[in-house]
T-cell receptor, first 114, second 117 residues
Framework: AQSVTQPDIHITVSEGASLELRCNYSYGATPYLFWYVQSPGQGLQLLLKYFSGDTLVQGIKGFEAEFKRSQSSFNLRKPSVHWSDAAEYFCAVGANQAGTALIFGKGTTLSVSS | GAGVSQSPRYKVAKRGQDVALRCDPISGHVSLFWYQQALGQGPEFLTY????????KSGLPSDRFFAERPEGSVSTLKIQRTQQEDSAVYLC???????????????FGPGTRLTVT
């Protein structure tokens, strides 16, 4: 079955510290992978996506993610977290086909301490 | 430019009432998706439109849920005889085109928070 697992429900990071959010997927076909961020009362905003090519992808707001096929992982990283990064983060997977619905993980809530 | 908008932002319904949730996608976007996000969960797919055609409704949880997009732009998700388990945030997303045949970015609206009492 197709699924996305985000093992960490809640993470707290000190401002200025590095961040890694984990994502593992199970998908029969070649996956297209996404990370979205959701702030309270806001819609989901795309941080970055991986379709093919270089397995290290850069996104907005200083985020990056690395696709590791052997580990079925697509972890999100940021070298230095800002207080404004506090939000809920969702990993998602989709097929290479227009009209494909995304399959989301349950999300990781990031808190940033000062 | 204008993004995806949804209305109302908040809706409280008594159990058994019918509700209608509206989505205005980005102008010109061909694809439109509805997702349901329960508290503490990720969004889950409900249904998909390509222009006015509803191509996938496999995620609709029951026949009380109905969606339409009659002119290929605005979409309405209707829930009849609401139940408490329908309480969730309903997200709408649109994407530009299926002409290329590949998945492209989905832009999400802010959602409608439905509470059934």
């Amino acid at each position: 079955a197709q699924s996305v697992t985000q093992p960490d429900i809640h993470i707290t990071v000190s401002e200025g510290a590095s961040l890694e959010l984990r994502c593992n997927y199970s998908y029969g076909a070649t996956p297209y992978l996404f990370w979205y961020v959701q702030s309270p009362g806001q819609g989901l905003q795309l941080l970055l996506k991986y379709f093919s090519g270089d397995t290290l992808v850069q996104g907005i707001k200083g985020f990056e993610a690395e696709f590791k096929r052997s580990q079925s992982s697509f972890n999100l990283r940021k070298p230095s977290v800002h207080w404004s990064d506090a939000a809920e983060y969702f990993c998602a997977v989709g097929a290479n086909q227009a009209g494909t619905a995304l399959i989301f993980g349950k999300g990781t809530t990031l808190s940033v301490s000062s | 430019g204008a993004g995806v908008s949804q209305s109302p932002r908040y809706k409280v319904a008594k159990r058994g009432q019918d509700v209608a949730l509206r989505c205005d996608p980005i102008s010109g976007h061909v694809s439109l998706f509805w997702y349901q996000q329960a508290l503490g969960q990720g969004p889950e797919f409900l249904t998909y439109f390509q222009n006015e055609a509803q191509l996938d409704k496999s995620g609709l949880p029951s026949d009380r849920f109905f969606a339409e997009r009659p002119e290929g732009s605005v979409s309405t998700l209707k829930i009849q005889r609401t139940q408490q388990e329908d309480s969730a945030v309903y997200l709408c997303a649109s994407s530009l085109s299926q002409a290329s045949g590949i998945l492209d970015e989905q832009y999400f609206g802010p959602g409608t928070r439905l509470t059934v009492t």
